[in-house]
C-alpha cells in the first residue's frame, strides 16, 4: 500500500452516502476532509459521525474552500450531472458516481466527456461488476479457462431496467468483453411502457453483441436473477453474489457445480464498494481503470433507453451508440430525487448509525 493519503470529499451523503463514508473513514490510505449535504440537520450530524468539520450545503461552497483530491457524488441521479462537471473543472483527480449516472443520454455524454477532458478518472460507485469474485470470474473467462463462450443471457431485468438494470449490463458487457449493438424488445403493462420512467416495466427481449454472440433477455426471474454465460461445457452464473462456476456434466447431464476457490481480500465487509472504490483510488495513482467506470453507467443508460425505444415502437431492432442523444429514461422517483423530496427521508437517528 503507498503513503499516499488521499483527501475525500463525499456530496450528498444520505443512505448511500453514508457507506461510502463509513469505507472511506476506515481505509488506511484515505481521510474524509469535507461532506456537502443540503440537508442541515443530516449534515450536522454526519459531521459528529465521520469526524468531519468542514461541513456545505452544496458542492461550490466546499468547492469555493477545499480542493479534494477524490469526490464521491453520491446525490440524487437528478443534481449527479452538474456536482460532477463543477468537481471536473475545478481539478478533482478523480470522481465517482452513482447508478443511475443521468435520465438524458447528452447529460451522461457530457459527464463521461467532461471527465474525459480535464483528465478525471471517472468512476462509476457501488455496482456488482465492481465485486472483486465478478471481475476474478471476468479475467478466468478471459484467460480462456472456460473456452470460448457460446452463449449469454440476461435475468430478471425488468422493474426499473435503468435504476437497478445497469447492474446486468454492467457484468454482460464485462464477462462477454463486448459491447451491446443491437436491441429488440417486448415490454409490459402498457401503462409503463407509456411512461418516462422505468417504474415497474418489465423488459423482454434480445441483446447482440459485438463479438456476435446473442443474449436472451428474460425480464423476471428464471428464478435466476442476473447473468450467465457458457462455452462447450462451462457456465458462469452472475446472481447478485459471487459467481457460481458450473464445469463438465454429471452421468446425468446436469452441470457441476465447481468450487471457485475466489481469492481473500482485505475490508470485504464493505461488500462490492470495496472493490469499486480500491480499484478506483489505484486507478487515481495511475494504474489501470476503475472496475467500474462513468463509462460503464452510460452505456447501460443507453442500452435501457434503447430497450425502452424498441418495445415502444412495436419491439424493432434499435441499433447502438444511439444517433439521438436527446432520448432519456428516468428512474423512479426515489433515485432521480432522494429519500427527503418523496417522502421517505432518512431519520437523524439512522444517520447517527445508530439503527
Ligand atoms: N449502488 C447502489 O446499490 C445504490 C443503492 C442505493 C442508492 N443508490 C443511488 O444513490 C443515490 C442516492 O441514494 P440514497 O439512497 O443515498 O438517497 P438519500 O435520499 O438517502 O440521500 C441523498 C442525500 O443527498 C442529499 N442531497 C440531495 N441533493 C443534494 C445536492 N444537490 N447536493 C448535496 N446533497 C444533496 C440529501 O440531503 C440526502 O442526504 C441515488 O442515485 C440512488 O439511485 C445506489
Keep these: 500500500m503507498s503513503t499516499v493519503k488521499y483527501r475525500v470529499a463525499i456530496i450528498g451523503c444520505g443512505r448511500m452516502g453514508q457507506q461510502y463514508a463509513q469505507a472511506y473513514t476506515t481505509y488506511p490510505d484515505t481521510e474524509i476532509v469535507a461532506i456537502a449535504d443540503n440537508n442541515p440537520e ?3 450530524v454526519l459531521g459528529e459521525r465521520f469526524g468531519v468539520r468542514a461541513l456545505y450545503g452544496d458542492v461550490e461552497s466546499l468547492l469555493g474552500e477545499v480542493l479534494p483530491d477524490i469526490v464521491a457524488v453520491v446525490t440524487p441521479t437528478k443534481y449527479m450531472k452538474d456536482v460532477v462537471i463543477a468537481c471536473a473543472e475545478a481539478g478533482v483527480k478523480g470522481i465517482s458516481t452513482e447508478k443511475p449516472i443521468a435520465a438524458v443520454l447528452a447529460d451522461a455524454d457530457e459527464m463521461v466527456d467532461t471527465c474525459a477532458r480535464h483528465g478525471v478518472v471517472f468512476a462509476g460507485g457501488n455496482l456488482q461488476r465492481a465485486m472483486n469474485e465478478v471481475q476474478e470470474a471476468a479475467q478466468r473467462i478471459h484467460a480462456g479457462e472456460f473456452g470460448e463462450l457460446v452463449g449469454a443471457s440476461v435475468h430478471g431485468f425488468g422493474g426499473e431496467i435503468s435504476g437497478g438494470g445497469c447492474q446486468h449490463i454492467s457484468v454482460l458487457r464485462l464477462f462477454t468483453n463486448a459491447e451491446i449493438d443491437e436491441v429488440i424488445a417486448w415490454g409490459t ?16 427481449g434480445k441483446f447482440h453483441l459485438t463479438s456476435g454472440l446473442e443474449c436472451a433477455v428474460f425480464g423476471t426471474s428464471t428464478p435466476c436473477r442476473g447473468v450467465d454465460v457458457w462455452s462447450e461445457d462451462a457456465l458462469v452464473r452472475w446472481d447478485w ?3 457460481e462456476i458450473f464445469k463438465g456434466y ?3 447431464g446436469a452441470r457441476v457445480s465447481i468450487n471457485p ?3 481473500s481480500y482485505p475490508w470485504r465487509e464493505f461488500g462490492y464498494l470495496t472493490g469499486s472504490i480500491r480499484s478506483f483510488l489505484t486507478a487515481v495513482a495511475g494504474d489501470g481503470h476503475p472496475w467500474i467506470t462513468g463509462h460503464d453507467l452510460r452505456q447501460a443508460l443507453e442500452v435501457a433507453i434503447a430497450a425502452k425505444l424498441s418495445a415502444r415502437l412495436g419491439s424493432v431492432p434499435v441499433q447502438l451508440p444511439l444517433e439521438d442523444r ?8 426515489y433515485r432521480w430525487l432522494g429519500g427527503d423530496a418523496t417522502g421517505n427521508p432518512q431519520s437523524l437517528e439512522e444517520a447517527a448509525g445508530n439503527q
Design 42 to 44: 443530516r449534515r450536522k
Design 189 to 204: 403493462p402498457k401503462e409503463a411502457l407509456a411512461k418516462d420512467d422505468d417504474e415497474g416495466l418489465i423488459i423482454h
Design 241 to 243: 453474489a459471487s459467481p
Design 250 to 252: 454429471d452421468e446425468k
Design 261 to 263: 476457490k475466489y481469492a
Design 326 to 333: 436527446s432520448l432519456s429514461l428516468f428512474p423512479r422517483s
